[in-house]
């Protein structure tokens, strides 16, 4: 680290002043990739499929450590790669794979890569259509047939593919485009998650939806709001310069209507659970 930090003030002092970052800003980038991890769902599929809850909460905390130590990792490559290619702005990893591998590592290194970003696509295609089909179109039409269900989920994969392609094109970077669907899931779907999981009407008690107190409505109105919030913070120039992106003020809309919402829309006559 002192040999990187003398070569990088060497070419630009501004790298290494840590006195320049936006400590509003660097809290919003670590949410954002924090919550946006917890609520992937194919991170939560990991969950249900554990033998106990212990496990599960375990695996979670253990995996998600370990994604913001390899991400750490990626930061500390570039840093090296600026040292020995100055010029060099973008394509880190491909620069690396070109100049300090041999070539069979290089072509290993990109089949791994090529791999993993195709077990990447499929699984969150194959959750974002389970999703959408179990959440959204089941509850309107429960007696589809099986044929039925087959033909929408295929429809919608290839759908939910083709929106994911044209997404791309708005950003100049990929890691803009998965910033940005970060935001909008750990905004505010984390903050539900967290609240529909600690307010209780019985604390003892394990969760159930008879024992939140967090509403249905509650629900849908922080999911929309929070995600317009999310998206005005995060594209509007003038509103993303406050906080850094809209992560924060989506967490914050989520959690306040949340309470809100549910507290007005709460059957009075249900008995309270003792």
Same mark, same amino acid.
């Given at each position: 680290?002192?040999?990187?930090?003398?070569?990088?003030?060497?070419?630009?002092?501004?790298?290494?002043?840590?006195?320049?970052?936006?400590?509003?800003?660097?809290?919003?980038?670590?949410?954002?990739?924090?919550?946006?991890?917890?609520?992937?769902? #194919? %991170?939560?599929?990991?969950?249900?499929? $554990?033998?106990?809850?212990?496990?599960?909460? /375990?695996?979670?905390?253990? @995996? *998600? !450590?370990?994604?913001? #130590? %390899?991400?750490?990792?990626?930061?500390? $490559?570039?840093?090296?790669?600026?040292?020995? /290619?100055?010029?060099?702005? @973008? *394509? !880190?990893?491909?620069?690396?794979?070109?100049?300090?591998?041999?070539?069979?590592?290089?072509?290993?290194?990109?089949?791994?890569?090529?791999?993993? @970003?195709?077990?990447?696509?499929?699984?969150?295609?194959?959750?974002?259509?389970?999703?959408?089909?179990?959440?959204?179109?089941?509850?309107?039409?429960?007696?589809?047939?099986?044929?039925?269900?087959?033909?929408?989920?295929?429809?919608?994969?290839?759908?939910?593919?083709?929106?994911?392609?044209?997404?791309?094109?708005?950003?100049?970077?990929?890691?803009?485009?998965?910033?940005?669907?970060?935001?909008?899931?750990?905004?505010?779907?984390?903050?539900?998650?967290?609240?529909?999981?600690?307010?209780?009407?019985?604390?003892?008690?394990?969760?159930?939806?008879?024992?939140?107190?967090?509403?249905?409505?509650?629900?849908?109105?922080?999911?929309?709001?929070?995600?317009?919030?999310?998206?005005?913070?995060?594209?509007?120039?003038?509103?993303?310069?406050?906080?850094?992106?809209?992560?924060?003020?989506?967490?914050?809309?989520?959690?306040?209507?949340?309470?809100?919402?549910?507290?007005?829309?709460?059957?009075?006559?249900?008995?309270?659970?003792?």
């Amino acid at each position: 680290f002192a040999f990187l930090a003398r070569e990088l003030r060497s070419i630009d002092p501004l790298l290494w002043d840590l006195g320049q970052i936006n400590w509003i800003k660097t809290l919003n980038l670590f949410l954002t990739a924090a919550m946006g991890t917890v609520v992937l769902q #194919v %991170f939560w599929q990991r969950c249900f499929a $554990a033998e106990k809850p212990a496990e599960a909460r /375990n695996g979670m905390i253990f @995996t *998600g !450590v370990l994604a913001m #130590v %390899f991400v750490s990792c990626t930061a500390l $490559a570039g840093m090296i790669v600026r040292v020995m /290619n100055p010029e060099l702005s @973008t *394509g !880190v990893g491909a620069w690396m794979m070109k100049e300090l591998l041999p070539q069979w590592a290089a072509l290993l290194m990109f089949v791994f890569l090529i791999a993993a @970003t195709m077990s990447t696509a499929d699984s969150n295609l194959n959750s974002a259509a389970v999703c959408i089909m179990n959440d959204i179109l089941l509850p309107f039409c429960p007696e589809m047939s099986d044929k039925m269900k087959i033909r929408f989920t295929m429809g919608i994969t290839v759908s939910t593919g083709i929106f994911a392609v044209l997404g791309t094109m708005y950003f100049k970077y990929i890691m803009d485009f998965v910033n940005f669907a970060y935001t909008i899931a750990g905004g505010t779907l984390c903050p539900l998650v967290i609240v529909g999981l600690l307010w209780k009407k019985d604390k003892r008690a394990p969760f159930s939806h008879e024992n939140s107190r967090v509403t249905p409505m509650a629900s849908k109105v922080s999911l929309v709001a929070g995600s317009v919030v999310a998206i005005l913070f995060s594209t509007v120039p003038e509103m993303k310069a406050l906080f850094g992106g809209g992560v924060i003020p989506a967490g914050l809309a989520t959690t306040g209507l949340l309470f809100l919402v549910s507290s007005l829309g709460r059957d009075r006559s249900h008995v309270e659970l003792k």
